[in-house]
């Protein structure tokens, strides 16, 4: 599904309307991570469990942060419960969708942490691209960047979940530790995705999906514009599928990867340039995934 459906109404126009929407996301937060938490503990995933606790602490940390923040502001705390009605309704609605559910794999609940992190993400972006202040742009783009870095965590967290569950061996996580380490990396990933994703684009366009191969083809344009000058494509080499449906699914399998791979350098950053740089990255592959989202989506 989309990250978000439609954009957030109104705007926001000062600090303490951001301060209050900040507190609100993180407070929320720390209640569905601790519902997650105790789900997993009963039903014996504790590692899961472990993960969602050691979430719980990092957002109580960022409740007392914005505290301190609109203290040093020389703003009273927020009455976040009064900014609930501010957030994404994607956000509740997929979290009470989850824990009704009787049967809840370590899997699917890392996947919506996942999605959630990134909606947030999405969320807070919006609010940067739509700010007239610049303290409110400045301060969105810092939590919606703090936001790709739990998404990232997450990631790591949920392939692991994901193996587990397949009995696979668990793979040793990307990693960057210089700006030029980062940069010969994310050439090799952004070539052979771009690659494969024109490929695919090339075989909707055989199989009758015009709409489909354009995106695809769109999203080819875009990774190779990521990639510095100077640097060719490849031509992809894998297997390309036979049915629309199966395509898309590839194209999303192909652009999950990549996600995952500038998560992983995100996560296990020691320098501020590779931190940077992975997550920018990071972002525009996140913005692939939910335009594929909506194809999927308006094909069902």
């Known amino acids: 599904m989309p990250l978000l459906r ?125 700010a007239t202040d610049e303290p409110v742009r400045t301060h969105a783009e810092a939590l919606a960047r703090e936001e790709l870095r739990h998404a990232a ?20 996580p990307t990693r960057a530790d210089t700006p030029t380490e980062l940069e010969r990396l994310a050439v090799a990933l952004l070539s052979a995705t771009a690659a494969e994703h024109s490929a695919l684009a090339g075989r909707l366009l055989a199989l009758g999906d015009g709409d489909g191969a354009a995106l695809l083809a769109r999203i080819a344009e875009e990774e190779q514009a990521l990639i510095p000058p100077g640097y060719s494509v490849e031509v992809s080499q894998a297997a390309v599928p036979d049915t629309a449906p199966a395509c898309l699914r590839a194209a ?4 999950e990867r990549l996600a995952e791979a500038f998560g992983d350098v995100a996560a296990q950053a020691t320098d501020e340039l590779v931190l940077t740089e992975a997550l920018r990255l990071q972002e525009a592959v996140v913005g692939h995934l939910a335009r594929l989202a909506e194809r999927s989506d308006a094909r069902r």
Do not use: C
């Open 6 to 130: 439609h954009e957030p109404q109104g705007g926001v126009r000062s600090l303490d309307e951001l301060l209050g929407i900040a507190l609100a996301l993180e407070q929320e937060a720390v209640r569905r991570y601790t519902q997650l938490a105790a789900l997993m503990d009963q039903r014996g995933e504790t590692d899961t469990a472990t993960t969602f606790r050691a979430l719980i602490a990092e957002e109580q940390d960022h409740v007392q942060a914005v505290d301190g923040w609109a203290h040093s502001l020389g703003r009273p705390t927020p009455d976040a419960p009064a900014f609930l009605w501010r957030l994404p309704p994607e956000l509740a609605s997929s979290w009470e969708e989850l824990t009704e559910r009787t049967r809840l794999t370590p899997y699917q609940a890392l996947s919506l942490a996942v999605v959630n992190e990134q909606r947030a993400f999405a969320f807070y972006s919006y609010i940067a691209a739509s």
């Open 153 to 172: 965590l997450l990631r790591r967290e949920r392939r692991k979940a994901f193996r587990r569950e397949r009995g696979w061996v668990e793979h040793k």
């Open 252 to 255: 999303v399998a192909a652009s």
